[in-house]
T-cell receptor, first 114, second 114 residues
Framework: GENVEQHPSTLSVQEGDSAVIKCTYS??????FPWYKQELGKGPQLIID?????GEKKDQRIAVTLNKTAKHFSLHITETQPEDSAVYFC?????????????FGKGTHLIIQP | KAGVTQTPRYLIKTRGQQVTLSCSPI?????VSWYQQTPGQGLQFLFE???????NKGNFPGRFSGRQFSNSRSEMNVSTLELGDSALYLC?????????????FGPGTRLTVT
């Protein structure tokens, strides 16, 4: 089955700086890579996703890049703000019918220092 | 549009008991997936239901079961509870048409087994 590794487990950055979280996956059949943000006491919130026919996708201060050959994808957050503090999860899955669910990384606790 | 709702939000049970959790997906979504979240194992896929049929199942014992009703609402049941079943149980709904696979999570049910 799929295996997703996520690094780092904790990331502390100064407000206004950029943050980068990296993930690798093992199953070449995976073609859908979402990122989720989870705040304390809440369920994960989908913030951005990318499919394997795209190399990069941006949404305001958030961007995701995918290197299908190397089987890794990254989340980039620019101009970080206090409200970006949360746990971020990457995931990999197959968007076709009958998918085996999403396989998640262990999460990155992002801390924005004022 | 209302999000994914889960009931109850918190539950305390004793070892050996059984428990039923409920999930109402976003209106129009026909796929419901269940995940278990623990500090040690992270987010793990339990099973997915689509149009009242279980499409996929993760690597969990048979004590974990589920079902989906004609209105897409889903229930998850855990029998003979063990201490290790203490976790946040999350359900996620998805539209699942034309390659669309975005999964939207509910707030979760926090289950504590004593």
């Amino acid at each position: 089955g799929e295996n997703v590794e996520q690094h780092p487990s904790t990331l502390s950055v100064q407000e206004g700086d950029s943050a980068v979280i990296k993930c690798t996956y093992s199953d070449s059949a995976s073609n859908y890579f979402p990122w989720y943000k989870q705040e304390l006491g809440k369920g994960p919130q989908l913030i951005i996703d990318i499919r394997s026919n795209v190399g990069e996708k941006k949404d305001q201060r958030i961007a995701v890049t995918l290197n299908k050959t190397a089987k890794h994808f990254s989340l980039h957050i620019t101009e970080t703000q206090p409200e970006d503090s949360a746990v971020y999860f990457c995931a990999a899955g197959n968007s076709g019918g009958g998918a085996d669910g999403l396989t998640f990384g262990k999460g990155t606790h992002l801390i924005i220092q004022p | 549009k209302a999000g994914v709702t889960q009931t109850p939000r918190y539950l305390i049970k004793t070892r050996g008991q059984q428990v039923t959790l409920s999930c109402s997906p976003i209106s129009g979504h026909r796929s419901v997936s269940w995940y278990q979240q623990t500090p040690g194992q992270g987010l793990q896929f339990l099973f997915e239901y689509f149009s009242e049929t279980q499409r996929n199942k993760g690597n969990f014992p048979g004590r974990f079961s589920g079902r989906q009703f004609s209105n897409s609402r889903s229930e998850m049941n855990v029998s003979t509870l063990e201490l290790g079943d203490s976790a946040l149980y999350l359900c996620a709904s998805s539209l699942q048409t034309g390659g669309t696979y975005e999964q939207y999570f509910g707030p979760g049910t926090r289950l504590t087994v004593t």
